[in-house]
């Protein structure tokens, strides 16, 4: 029998709604900052889907770019 362990990483409440609002932020266009941007790339390296998340906000902020909303 093979046993595996599943290491889930989880953030607080308070972590992920601020998380949640520099994505929010993201794919507005508005600004986020270097410090911001650092703290979004470490989570998504070990959050699956905190990176959808911030790939979503990219999508979306390239079509609001293309259609020349923001």
């Not at 362990?5 to 607080?12: A, E, G, I, N, Q």
């Not at 986020?32 to 990176?51: C, G, M, Q, T, W």
Request: charged share 35%; aromatic share 2%.
């Amino acid at each position: 029998m093979i046993k595996l362990s599943v290491l889930m990483r989880m953030l607080s409440t308070n972590k992920r709604l601020e998380v949640e609002k520099i994505i929010n932020r993201l794919s507005k266009g508005e600004e986020v900052s270097l410090n911001e941007r650092i703290k979004l790339d470490k989570y998504a390296l070990h959050i699956p889907f905190i990176s959808r998340k911030i790939k979503l906000a990219l999508l979306n902020r390239s079509v609001l770019e293309k259609e020349g909303l923001i």
